[in-house]
């Protein structure tokens, strides 16, 4: 009776234990903090670009998902939507990377400027004209030209 | 799928240069959707939404990448692009259309029916959508709202979760355009 006792004590511990990773695991909102995640790759604005356009399946297997340190130069900086959202030229004039920056990163886009280059690190989503990445935040600071 | 994204470059690349300044472009389009149920409320918002519209050929096609929904819960965001939207499988939901009796030369709020194709999770329906159509320095607004069935683009909920999901969605749009330039 004891054993059993233990037995059922146990198992409902476990089954406890499970729920609260779970809570923890997936209460979150579904943004990713790039601070506590390692980068899958590194690449410049041009060539994430020049990917996507010369074979966007390939460019998706490669990239989609993806944590990426992307290089590039600001070509504009946007607040639209209450979304703080920094556009790095491509190789052409008709694609950029579109960088949707973490909230906590206002502060840091305020003193950034056109022309500039800067690193940014986020997911990757993919590519309509543009590739997307959420989620970023600067990394390095800047580098002034 | 393929046929849409055909019309979006051609639309971009190869039309003639009077066209061309008829045209106007957002890449920050935003798309929210709604369901409502007695057990849950989920919501998400997808701020990064690519729409083209031609004035002169009254046309609009709207383009959109089903990962980059965002939700208040990263449980829903998954359970979205792995079970429902399948977004491996399906990455981009695709609108194309007419803007039907639009007048470019009005500059006051109009209210007109948008008639075409909207494709998710590889369905395309014939949907029309009523939609407000502003006029501010020389570009356009467009908002609008409108609803989805879900079982019309074969989404599966599997019947534990299906008290959570409404049976249709609401969804709302706005875009703000900027004139296209080459």
Do not use: W
Request: net charge neutral; hydrophobic share 40%.
């Amino acid at each position: 009776m004891h054993k059993k006792a233990n037995i059922i004590f146990f198992t409902l511990g476990l089954l406890i234990l499970i729920g609260v990773y779970l809570v923890f695991r997936y209460s979150g909102d579904s943004y990713m903090n790039m601070n506590t995640v390692s980068t899958d790759v590194e690449i410049s604005s041009g060539e994430l670009i020049s990917s996507f356009i010369v074979d966007e399946d390939a460019a998706n297997l490669m990239y989609r998902g993806k944590i990426i340190e992307v290089e590039g130069i600001i070509k504009d900086i946007t607040f639209l939507n209450n979304r703080n959202t920094i556009f790095l030229y491509g190789k052409n004039k008709y694609s950029s990377v579109i960088c949707d920056m973490y909230p906590n990163q206002e502060g840091e886009i305020k003193d950034l400027k056109k022309g500039q280059k800067i690193k940014i690190k986020g997911v990757c989503k993919g590519f309509l004209k543009d590739a997307i990445l959420l989620n970023c935040m600067l990394i390095n600071t800047t580098i002034n030209e | 799928m393929n046929k849409f994204i055909v019309l979006i470059f051609f639309f971009i690349n190869f039309t003639d240069f009077d066209a061309k300044s008829d045209q106007f472009i957002t890449r920050q389009g935003q798309v929210s959707f709604f369901s409502y149920t007695s057990v849950e409320d989920i919501e998400a918002k997808n701020n990064q939404v690519l729409s083209i519209i031609d004035i002169s050929k009254k046309e609009i096609a709207v383009s959109m990448l089903m990962n980059a929904f965002v939700f208040k819960k990263s449980l829903m965001h998954e359970h979205f692009n792995e079970s429902y939207i399948e977004s491996d499988l399906y990455p981009k939901a695709t609108f194309g259309g007419k803007i039907i009796d639009f007048d470019p030369s009005d500059a006051s709020m109009q209210t007109r029916m948008v008639k075409g194709n909207l494709t998710i999770h590889g369905i395309t329906k014939a949907v029309e959508i009523k939609t407000t159509i502003e006029q501010i320095d020389g570009s356009y607004i467009i908002t609008g709202d409108f609803e989805v069935p879900v079982k019309d683009f074969d989404i599966k909920i599997p019947p534990i979760l299906a008290p959570n999901i409404a049976k249709i969605i609401s969804i709302k749009f706005r875009f703000e355009y900027q004139h296209y330039e080459k």
